[in-house]
Protein backbone atom coordinates (compact mmCIF):
# COMPACT_ATOMS: atom_id res chain seq x y z
CA UNK A 1 0.00 0.00 0.00
CA UNK A 2 1.28 3.59 -0.50
CA UNK A 3 1.65 5.53 1.88
CA UNK A 4 -0.20 8.85 2.00
CA UNK A 5 2.97 10.90 2.20
CA UNK A 6 4.58 9.60 -0.97
CA UNK A 7 2.13 10.67 -3.48
CA UNK A 8 2.50 14.49 -1.76
CA UNK A 9 6.25 14.74 -1.69
CA UNK A 10 6.07 13.71 -5.22
CA UNK A 11 3.68 16.18 -6.21
CA UNK A 12 6.46 18.32 -4.56
CA UNK A 13 9.03 17.42 -6.31
CA UNK A 14 7.09 18.22 -9.59
CA UNK A 15 6.87 21.78 -8.46
CA UNK A 16 10.08 22.04 -7.21
CA UNK A 17 11.25 20.49 -10.84
CA UNK A 18 9.01 23.23 -12.18
CA UNK A 19 10.67 26.21 -10.43
CA UNK A 20 14.21 25.00 -10.97
CA UNK A 21 13.45 24.92 -14.73
CA UNK A 22 11.86 29.06 -14.33
CA UNK A 23 15.31 29.69 -12.87
CA UNK A 24 16.99 28.15 -15.70
CA UNK A 25 15.30 30.07 -18.09
CA UNK A 26 16.38 33.30 -15.85
CA UNK A 27 19.80 31.98 -15.67
CA UNK A 28 19.89 31.17 -19.00
CA UNK A 29 19.11 34.88 -19.79
CA UNK A 30 21.79 36.37 -18.13
CA UNK A 31 24.31 34.53 -19.72
CA UNK A 32 24.83 30.74 -18.14
CA UNK A 33 25.60 28.11 -20.15
CA UNK A 34 23.67 24.75 -20.71
CA UNK A 35 26.76 22.49 -19.25
CA UNK A 36 27.45 24.62 -16.30
CA UNK A 37 24.18 24.51 -15.38
CA UNK A 38 23.59 20.71 -15.93
CA UNK A 39 26.92 20.74 -14.29
CA UNK A 40 25.83 22.37 -10.76
CA UNK A 41 22.44 21.32 -10.62
CA UNK A 42 24.47 17.27 -10.40
CA UNK A 43 26.85 18.45 -8.29
CA UNK A 44 24.00 20.33 -5.83
CA UNK A 45 21.72 17.16 -5.55
CA UNK A 46 25.14 14.89 -5.15
CA UNK A 47 25.86 17.06 -2.20
CA UNK A 48 21.99 17.18 -0.11
CA UNK A 49 22.39 13.32 -1.00
CA UNK A 50 25.90 13.12 0.42
CA UNK A 51 24.42 15.27 3.75
CA UNK A 52 21.64 13.11 4.29
CA UNK A 53 23.91 9.85 3.99
CA UNK A 54 26.32 11.43 6.11
CA UNK A 55 23.54 11.90 8.76
CA UNK A 56 22.32 8.54 8.33
CA UNK A 57 25.68 7.36 8.37
CA UNK A 58 25.29 4.96 5.56
CA UNK A 59 28.96 3.44 4.21
CA UNK A 60 29.11 4.64 0.71
CA UNK A 61 30.00 1.10 -0.20
CA UNK A 62 28.45 -1.11 -3.22
CA UNK A 63 29.16 -4.34 -4.70
CA UNK A 64 30.52 -3.93 -8.39
CA UNK A 65 27.61 -5.65 -10.29
CA UNK A 66 25.20 -2.77 -8.25
CA UNK A 67 27.97 -0.04 -9.21
CA UNK A 68 27.68 -0.95 -12.65
CA UNK A 69 24.10 -0.66 -12.90
CA UNK A 70 24.06 2.74 -11.31
CA UNK A 71 26.41 3.80 -13.59
CA UNK A 72 24.11 3.08 -16.43
CA UNK A 73 21.29 5.13 -14.68
CA UNK A 74 23.43 7.91 -14.41
CA UNK A 75 24.97 7.68 -17.93
CA UNK A 76 21.17 7.75 -18.69
CA UNK A 77 20.47 10.82 -17.00
CA UNK A 78 23.10 12.85 -18.72
CA UNK A 79 21.70 10.92 -21.76
CA UNK A 80 18.35 12.50 -21.38
CA UNK A 81 19.41 15.73 -20.68
CA UNK A 82 21.78 16.27 -23.65
CA UNK A 83 18.69 14.86 -25.64
CA UNK A 84 16.43 17.85 -23.82
CA UNK A 85 18.48 20.15 -24.56
CA UNK A 86 18.73 19.40 -28.64
CA UNK A 87 15.16 19.03 -29.17
CA UNK A 88 14.59 22.52 -27.41
CA UNK A 89 17.81 24.43 -29.75
CA UNK A 90 15.97 22.71 -32.74
CA UNK A 91 12.05 23.07 -31.83
CA UNK A 92 9.67 25.32 -30.24
CA UNK A 93 10.42 25.12 -26.84
CA UNK A 94 6.70 23.79 -26.02
CA UNK A 95 6.74 21.34 -28.73
CA UNK A 96 10.04 20.00 -27.55
CA UNK A 97 8.57 19.66 -24.04
CA UNK A 98 5.20 18.04 -25.66
CA UNK A 99 7.06 15.51 -27.48
CA UNK A 100 9.12 14.69 -23.83
CA UNK A 101 5.78 14.19 -21.89
CA UNK A 102 4.79 11.32 -24.00
CA UNK A 103 7.38 9.49 -21.58
CA UNK A 104 3.89 9.08 -18.78
CA UNK A 105 2.51 6.83 -21.62
CA UNK A 106 5.86 4.98 -22.14
CA UNK A 107 6.49 4.47 -18.29
CA UNK A 108 2.90 2.97 -18.31
CA UNK A 109 3.58 0.99 -20.78
CA UNK A 110 6.93 -0.57 -19.67
CA UNK A 111 6.22 -0.74 -16.44
CA UNK A 112 3.26 -3.12 -17.35
CA UNK A 113 5.65 -4.84 -19.55
CA UNK A 114 7.43 -5.70 -16.44
CA UNK A 115 5.04 -6.30 -13.56
CA UNK A 116 4.75 -3.47 -11.58
CA UNK A 117 1.31 -2.71 -12.38
CA UNK A 118 -1.87 -3.37 -14.90
CA UNK A 119 -2.53 -1.22 -17.20
CA UNK A 120 -6.18 0.12 -16.93
CA UNK A 121 -8.44 1.67 -18.87
CA UNK A 122 -8.56 4.21 -16.04
CA UNK A 123 -4.89 4.87 -16.22
CA UNK A 124 -5.12 4.81 -19.66
CA UNK A 125 -7.78 7.73 -19.30
CA UNK A 126 -6.05 9.82 -17.06
CA UNK A 127 -2.69 9.65 -19.21
CA UNK A 128 -4.65 10.85 -22.29
CA UNK A 129 -6.08 13.62 -20.12
CA UNK A 130 -3.14 14.99 -19.00
CA UNK A 131 -1.31 15.15 -22.44
CA UNK A 132 -4.44 17.05 -24.17
CA UNK A 133 -4.26 19.25 -21.02
CA UNK A 134 -0.46 19.78 -21.41
CA UNK A 135 -0.91 20.53 -25.03
CA UNK A 136 -3.33 23.34 -24.03
CA UNK A 137 -1.15 24.79 -21.21
CA UNK A 138 1.94 24.95 -23.27
CA UNK A 139 0.11 26.56 -26.58
CA UNK A 140 2.03 24.28 -28.66
CA UNK A 141 2.08 25.74 -32.36
CA UNK A 142 3.92 23.04 -34.56
CA UNK A 143 5.12 25.75 -37.60
CA UNK A 144 8.50 24.28 -37.47
CA UNK A 145 9.37 20.86 -37.29
CA UNK A 146 12.77 19.89 -37.38
CA UNK A 147 12.83 15.70 -38.18
CA UNK A 148 16.06 15.57 -35.61
CA UNK A 149 14.55 18.08 -33.00
CA UNK A 150 11.66 15.66 -32.64
CA UNK A 151 14.07 12.30 -32.70
CA UNK A 152 15.94 14.23 -29.94
CA UNK A 153 12.66 15.03 -27.61
CA UNK A 154 11.43 11.67 -28.73
CA UNK A 155 14.87 10.19 -27.15
CA UNK A 156 15.02 11.86 -24.17
CA UNK A 157 11.23 10.81 -23.05
CA UNK A 158 12.75 7.10 -23.85
CA UNK A 159 15.61 7.74 -22.31
CA UNK A 160 13.53 9.23 -18.77
CA UNK A 161 10.82 6.10 -19.43
CA UNK A 162 14.02 3.88 -18.42
CA UNK A 163 15.42 5.53 -15.92
CA UNK A 164 12.31 5.59 -13.96
CA UNK A 165 11.36 2.09 -14.28
CA UNK A 166 14.93 0.48 -14.36
CA UNK A 167 16.05 2.42 -10.61
CA UNK A 168 14.35 0.57 -8.44
CA UNK A 169 15.69 -2.20 -10.85
CA UNK A 170 19.25 -1.51 -11.30
CA UNK A 171 21.35 -2.65 -7.65
CA UNK A 172 17.69 -3.26 -6.03
CA UNK A 173 19.85 -4.35 -2.68
CA UNK A 174 21.09 -1.08 -2.16
CA UNK A 175 18.77 2.25 -0.10
CA UNK A 176 17.45 4.77 -2.33
CA UNK A 177 19.36 7.21 -0.83
CA UNK A 178 22.76 5.71 -1.94
CA UNK A 179 21.52 4.61 -5.33
CA UNK A 180 20.85 8.00 -5.87
CA UNK A 181 23.62 9.72 -4.50
CA UNK A 182 26.06 7.73 -6.49
CA UNK A 183 23.57 7.87 -10.20
CA UNK A 184 23.88 11.63 -9.57
CA UNK A 185 27.42 12.03 -9.05
CA UNK A 186 28.05 9.75 -12.23
CA UNK A 187 26.52 12.25 -14.13
CA UNK A 188 28.01 15.23 -12.37
CA UNK A 189 31.42 13.92 -13.15
CA UNK A 190 30.52 13.56 -16.77
CA UNK A 191 28.89 16.33 -17.13
CA UNK A 192 31.44 18.24 -15.28
CA UNK A 193 34.58 16.76 -17.18
CA UNK A 194 33.08 16.83 -20.62
CA UNK A 195 32.38 20.98 -19.97
CA UNK A 196 36.02 21.18 -18.42
CA UNK A 197 37.43 19.40 -21.92
CA UNK A 198 35.80 21.57 -23.71
CA UNK A 199 36.34 24.89 -22.02
CA UNK A 200 33.17 25.80 -21.08
CA UNK A 201 32.59 25.59 -17.70
CA UNK A 202 32.28 28.88 -15.58
CA UNK A 203 31.36 30.57 -12.89
CA UNK A 204 29.04 33.52 -13.48
CA UNK A 205 30.01 37.26 -13.10
CA UNK A 206 27.01 39.01 -12.68
CA UNK A 207 24.35 38.75 -9.44
CA UNK A 208 21.54 37.69 -11.56
CA UNK A 209 23.26 34.67 -13.02
CA UNK A 210 24.30 33.73 -9.92
CA UNK A 211 21.12 33.81 -8.79
CA UNK A 212 19.53 32.10 -11.46
CA UNK A 213 22.21 29.27 -11.49
CA UNK A 214 21.39 28.80 -7.18
CA UNK A 215 18.04 28.94 -7.82
CA UNK A 216 18.31 26.11 -10.47
CA UNK A 217 20.60 24.30 -9.06
CA UNK A 218 18.86 24.04 -5.34
CA UNK A 219 15.68 23.56 -6.70
CA UNK A 220 16.35 21.05 -9.43
CA UNK A 221 18.49 18.94 -6.42
CA UNK A 222 15.51 19.33 -4.15
CA UNK A 223 13.36 17.91 -6.58
CA UNK A 224 15.48 15.26 -7.90
CA UNK A 225 16.09 14.06 -4.82
CA UNK A 226 12.02 13.63 -3.59
CA UNK A 227 11.57 12.08 -7.25
CA UNK A 228 14.22 9.21 -6.53
CA UNK A 229 13.80 8.59 -3.15
CA UNK A 230 9.98 8.27 -3.35
CA UNK A 231 10.14 6.29 -6.55
CA UNK A 232 10.14 2.85 -5.21
CA UNK A 233 7.20 3.54 -2.81
CA UNK A 234 5.63 5.21 -5.48
CA UNK A 235 6.38 3.26 -8.76
CA UNK A 236 7.18 4.44 -11.84
CA UNK A 237 3.67 4.64 -13.49
CA UNK A 238 2.08 6.74 -10.80
CA UNK A 239 4.96 8.88 -10.70
CA UNK A 240 4.93 9.46 -14.55
CA UNK A 241 1.39 10.71 -14.33
CA UNK A 242 2.08 12.94 -11.11
CA UNK A 243 5.14 15.00 -13.09
CA UNK A 244 2.39 16.17 -15.55
CA UNK A 245 2.18 18.50 -13.24
CA UNK A 246 5.95 19.86 -13.97
CA UNK A 247 4.95 21.55 -17.00
CA UNK A 248 2.12 23.32 -15.16
CA UNK A 249 3.73 24.43 -12.42
CA UNK A 250 6.61 25.92 -15.10
CA UNK A 251 4.11 27.65 -16.98
CA UNK A 252 2.17 29.33 -13.72
CA UNK A 253 5.39 29.91 -11.71
CA UNK A 254 6.34 32.06 -14.95
CA UNK A 255 3.30 34.09 -15.46
CA UNK A 256 4.16 34.76 -11.90
CA UNK A 257 7.69 35.60 -12.21
CA UNK A 258 8.35 36.77 -15.44
CA UNK A 259 5.10 37.72 -16.54
CA UNK A 260 4.38 35.04 -19.18
CA UNK A 261 0.69 35.28 -18.51
CA UNK A 262 -1.50 32.51 -19.37
CA UNK A 263 -4.89 32.97 -21.54
CA UNK A 264 -7.96 31.28 -20.76
CA UNK A 265 -7.24 27.92 -22.67
CA UNK A 266 -4.13 27.49 -20.46
CA UNK A 267 -5.97 27.91 -17.78
CA UNK A 268 -8.06 25.08 -18.62
CA UNK A 269 -5.74 23.30 -19.50
CA UNK A 270 -4.55 23.46 -16.05
CA UNK A 271 -7.14 22.39 -14.47
CA UNK A 272 -7.41 19.02 -16.91
CA UNK A 273 -3.77 17.75 -15.76
CA UNK A 274 -5.13 18.56 -12.06
CA UNK A 275 -8.01 16.28 -12.86
CA UNK A 276 -6.58 13.96 -14.60
CA UNK A 277 -4.15 13.69 -11.84
CA UNK A 278 -6.47 13.73 -9.07
CA UNK A 279 -8.55 11.08 -11.06
CA UNK A 280 -5.28 8.63 -11.50
CA UNK A 281 -4.38 8.82 -7.70
CA UNK A 282 -8.44 7.72 -6.56
CA UNK A 283 -8.74 5.10 -9.56
CA UNK A 284 -4.57 3.70 -8.29
CA UNK A 285 -4.73 0.21 -6.12
CA UNK A 286 -3.32 0.70 -2.81
CA UNK A 287 -3.91 4.72 -2.94
Known sequence: MVRWWAPIGLLGAALSLGTGHVCARY???HGVGIMTAATFRALCASAILLCLLRWRRVPLRVSRPAFRGILLLGLGVVVQTLLIQVA???????LAILVFYTYPFFTAIASAAVGEHR??????????????????????????VDPTGLAAAAGASLAFTGILVMTPRLAPGVAAPLRTFLMMSTAATLFGGSALAAGVLSLPTGGSASLGL??????YAAGVVM?????PSVGAASAAVMLNLEPVAVAGIASLTLGEHLGHWQWVGAFVVVGAIVHDRLRAPGS
Not at 88 to 94: A, C, E, F, S, Y
Not at 119 to 144: E, I
Not at 214 to 219: D, N
Not at 227 to 231: A, E, H, M, N, P
Open 27 to 29: AFG
Open 88 to 94: VKRLPVT
Open 119 to 144: LTRARTASLAAAFCGLALVLGVNPDR
Open 214 to 219: AGLAVF
Open 227 to 231: LFLLL
